[in-house]
């Protein structure tokens, strides 16, 4: 009976050290996908004349993701991995309807699979965190975003980043 016991509780802990947020995008996943792997994938979807490559992003203009067109999407990568999947729209108008009526909707779709996991929850950010990702969702001055984070490889760019000074 120990056994038994011990055995479904080692489950149950493993269960709950494992991410739960999305972590893949457009055939890619957060951690493991490479820019060639990103590249090849988004040019066999036929993206490729609209793909702007730089040495550690690649992005995307004018593409539909979770029931919304967005006016960019970029693929950042650290370490030779994809670090993290951001989406933008610009809005010339933050007041317009259309625009609030988008932040509204996406709150309530990551609500409603993710709010055991929300993290910051205020007028301007939301934001979302299992033990392996972080989803942040903002808006400023016409702008939302909507960033799919890989969190051991933000640690190591920000460590990077940090270590220059």
């Not at 060639?36 to 539909?64: H, N």
């Not at 609030?100 to 996991?117: A, G, Q, T, V």
């Amino acid at each position: 009976m120990k056994k038994t016991l011990l055995f479904i509780l080692a489950g149950l802990m493993a269960l709950s050290m494992q991410g739960q947020i999305q972590r893949t995008f457009m055939g890619q996943t957060l951690g493991v996908s490479t820019k060639s792997e990103v590249l090849k994938s988004l040019e066999y979807k036929g993206a490729f004349e609209q793909i702007i490559s730089g040495e550690q992003t690649v992005c995307i203009k004018d593409i539909r993701f979770g029931g919304h067109l967005w006016g960019m999407i970029t693929f950042n990568f650290y370490n030779g991995k994809l670090m993290n999947v951001s989406l933008i729209d610009f809005n010339e108008n933050a007041s317009m309807p259309n625009y609030m009526d988008k932040w509204d909707e996406i709150i309530r779709k990551l609500d409603s699979k993710y709010n055991l996991y929300k993290a910051t929850d205020n007028e301007k950010l939301k934001s979302y965190k299992d033990n392996i990702t972080t989803i942040m969702l903002s808006k400023e001055l016409g702008t939302i975003s909507l960033s799919y984070i890989d969190d051991e490889l933000m640690r190591l760019f920000i460590q990077a980043e940090t270590d220059e000074l």
